[in-house]
């Protein structure tokens, strides 16, 4: 239930306005809006819950096929993982290249008189 509460508050502004359905392989979970004697923390997740039009549903672990293929299959952990490229770095370079007041920083840092600024390549 508190993974439920979670991510309730934030999709919370998705999902005021929408009729949603809850799917979970956790019974008591199933039963959460039946519940006679409630904790406080129990009290204040009703009170939360009241704002949503929402079902939950219980669904067998082995019939919930779709989220049951996406958080065990660890194949797909690592399927889209891809390298980051910069291309600001670059232009950087070659401007500071061409600009004369950068080329006395760099040459008073190359000499080792300049504390304030450092080459790092």
């Known amino acids: 239930m508190t993974a439920i509460i979670h991510y309730l508050r934030v999709w919370r502004h998705y999902l005021l306005s929408a009729t949603f359905l809850i799917m979970t392989d956790?019974?008591?979970t199933s039963y959460f809006q039946t519940l006679i004697k409630l904790s406080p923390k129990q009290a204040r997740w009703q009170d939360f819950l009241a704002e949503f039009d929402y079902r939950i549903v219980y669904m067998?672990?082995?019939e919930n096929v779709m989220t049951d293929a996406l958080?065990?299959?660890v194949e797909l952990a690592t399927m889209n993982v891809s390298q980051p490229q910069s291309t600001?770095?670059?232009?950087i370079k070659e401007g500071l290249?061409?600009?004369?007041l950068a080329k006395s920083f760099i040459k008073l840092?190359?000499?080792g008189r300049q504390g304030i600024f450092?080459?790092?390549?």
Do not use: F, G, H, M
């Open 71 to 73: 958080s065990r299959k």
């Open 97 to 100: 290249q061409q600009d004369p």
């Open 88 to 91: 600001l770095i670059s232009p």
């Open 109 to 111: 840092a190359n000499e």
């Open 118 to 121: 450092w080459l790092n390549e």
């Open 26 to 28: 956790n019974v008591a």
């Open 60 to 62: 067998l672990s082995k």
